[in-house]
């Protein structure tokens, strides 16, 4: 097996070895409760908005600018049919599209509640597994400075989900603007999963995507489990916790940026 592909399998192992971590920590188990709560109710929000508003003005804008017009004579549905047929697929492609980067919001808003439970969780989490937290020590400052890097990831993810949605418009776009969803997710799921263990270290966004990148064949492992685990019927109303389980866990075993603290503020390290 070559380096990367154990690397792979290592971050996808990272999800079930935090099901079996969270398994034996049951004093975790109420923590665990309240993101995945928080989290349902935010999905069936998001699918209510999409079907109650949103698909019957996306469909009748995919309608009209997909459309094609009956033929004169009858021998002219020796084309027109197969164009109709391509249009239909095109407009239920870019439907799971937008269901897919709605999908993709709900996640980051559903992580964007329950991030005082999901942080309090990797703390403990961290504590038990090294008897200490490290985490940047500034007060309002260090405040102000981990809400910068947290508006920098849902622009960065606003950003790629808007580029997707672009191209998913241009003719020919939609399967590879599908398969860009697909990869997108796989890269943003560890940046935003390790985000809480790097957020309490002071690590800025930008060291953040290059820590990442260093290790991108785990990384990429773990984000294509992150993403199976989220497309899975009721597990993905539980992944929040395994994800930032497995998250956290991974940069205690990977080993964090080191040295890259933001001006003015220090990182302490609270015992237990």
Sequence with gaps: MTRAMAAICAGAGSIDSAIRFLGRERRLWLLCAAPSITTLLVFIAATFAYFEWALDPLTA????????????????????GPLRALSWALQILLAIVFFALLYFVFVAVGSILASPFLDALSRRIERIERNSVQEIDGGWRALLWSMGQE????????????????????PGGQLPALIGAGAFAAFFLPLEYTGFVLDRRGIRFRERRAWLWKHRWYMLGFGSAALITLAVPILNFLCLPILVTAG??????????SGLEPTGIRVSTESR
């Design 151 to 170: 508006l920098r990831r849902a622009s960065f993810l606003v950003g790629g989900g808007l580029a997707i949605a672009l191209l998913g418009l241009i």
């Design 61 to 80: 804008l995919l309608s009209g600018a997909l459309s094609v017009e009956a033929p004169a004579a009858w021998y002219g549905w020796l084309w027109v």
């Design 248 to 257: 956290t866990r991974s940069v205690l075993d990977l080993g964090a940026p």
